[in-house]
């Protein structure tokens, strides 16, 4: 069974920079379509950013310009470049992969506050 696990979470100040990786185990995501979705604090779970099996990506408006979404295939393993950081983008932030209706995954988290 494949598992995905994040990592690179943290504090960091406003303006500042961090990375997120979401390695996976148990087996390949490289034909699935990934995502990074992000849950603040009594809000819903929104999607971030995606990226499909060919390398088109997309972004939410609030992250355009900002946070780019790559995947590497060799690593096996989805990545997040989150740029310029706001108070506004603190939130735990979540990889998904899913191939068909029956496969979808989740990672269990990882927490970004962005506060001075």
């Known amino acids: 069974q494949v598992q995905l696990v994040e990592s690179g979470g943290g504090l960091v100040q406003p303006g500042g920079s961090l990375r997120l990786s979401c390695a996976a185990s148990?087996?390949?995501?490289?034909?699935?379509?990934k995502h990074w979705y992000r849950q603040a604090p009594g809000m819903q779970r929104e999607l971030v950013a995606g990226?499909?099996?060919?390398?088109?990506?997309t972004y939410a408006d609030s992250v355009k310009g900002r946070f780019t979404i790559s995947a590497d295939n060799d690593k096996n393993t989805l990545f997040l470049q989150m740029n310029d950081l706001q108070p506004e983008d603190t939130a735990v932030y979540y990889c998904?992969?899913?191939?068909?209706?029956?496969?979808?995954?989740w990672g269990q988290g990882t927490l970004v506050t962005v506060s001075s």
């Open positions: 148990g087996g390949k995501i490289e034909s699935y379509t």
């Open positions: 990226i499909t099996p060919g390398g088109s990506t």
């Open positions: 998904n992969a899913v191939l068909g209706i029956r496969n979808i995954l």
